[in-house]
T-cell receptor, first 116, second 113 residues
Framework: EAEVAQSPRYKITEKSQAVAFWCDPI?????LYWYRQILGQGPELLVQ????????DSQLPKDRFSAERLKGVDSTLKIQPAELGDSAMYLC??????????????FGPGTRLTVL | AQSVTQPDIHITVSEGASLELRCNYS??????LFWYVQSPGQGLQLLLK????DTLVQGIKGFEAEFKRSQSSFNLRKPSVHWSDAAEYFC???????????WGLGTSLAVNP
């Protein structure tokens, strides 16, 4: 069964350092999502790509966060500099195909970020 | 505006007992509805989804959910809970042409042996 891949699974960093997360969506999925999930809360959408284009990044803190999906396949989310409040789970999801099944989002295992 | 409400923040059941997790939504058109499960430190796994047709949908791990338009609800059920079902459960509604999911705040399920 096809899965969304993410790396690393865990990342510990000190504040003011740069961190990067990688996501490889399910093959053929055109839409890719990055979410942030604080412990005990639901996922919060940070950025949404359709192929290589950003569809929605309204909740992305653009002063320190950036995301790219250069070839419309895998994607990288970067934080620079990291702050204590960035400690969270970062989830990647993908969807693709014709509606309605194509609107189902499939998630990767996530990256747990701890900022010290 | 679209919204999803999961009224129960935390539920505890005994192993072998039945389970119902509640989800209410607010959406103007026929919704696409989803239930996801998240074990501690893991990603979200799709349990089941509803798009149209039969209002009782079957999912993985023995879960089912029933769509009730008159009550704007999509409650998740399982006849007999296993200890491995302890996790966080999220209900979500697909918000149409912007291809976003609107999420509930989740229900944390604990299972007593």
């Amino acid at each position: 069964e096809a899965e969304v891949a993410q790396s690393p699974r865990y990342k510990i960093t000190e504040k003011s350092q740069a961190v990067a997360f990688w996501c490889d969506p399910i093959s053929g999925h055109a839409t890719l999502y990055w979410y942030r999930q604080i412990l005990g809360q639901g996922p919060e959408l940070l950025v949404q790509f359709q192929d290589e284009s950003v569809v929605d990044d309204s909740q992305l803190p653009k002063d320190r966060f950036s995301a790219e999906r250069l070839k419309g396949v895998d994607s990288t989310l970067k934080i620079q500099p990291a702050e204590l409040g960035d400690s969270a789970m970062y989830l990647c999801a993908s969807s693709g195909g014709t509606s309605p099944d194509g609107d189902t989002q499939y998630f990767g295992p996530g990256t747990r970020l701890t900022v010290l | 505006a679209q919204s999803v409400t999961q009224p129960d923040i935390h539920i505890t059941v005994s192993e072998g007992a039945s389970l119902e997790l509640r989800c209410n939504y607010s959406y103007g058109a026929t919704p696409y509805l989803f239930w996801y499960v998240q074990s501690p430190g893991q990603g979200l796994q799709l349990l089941l989804k509803y798009f149209s047709g039969d209002t009782l949908v079957q999912g993985i791990k023995g879960f089912e959910a029933e769509f009730k338009r008159s009550q704007s609800s999509f409650n998740l059920r399982k006849p007999s809970v296993h200890w491995s079902d302890a996790a966080e459960y999220f209900c979500a509604v697909y918000a149409g042409n912007n291809r976003k999911l609107i999420w509930g705040l989740g229900t944390s399920l604990a299972v007593n042996p």
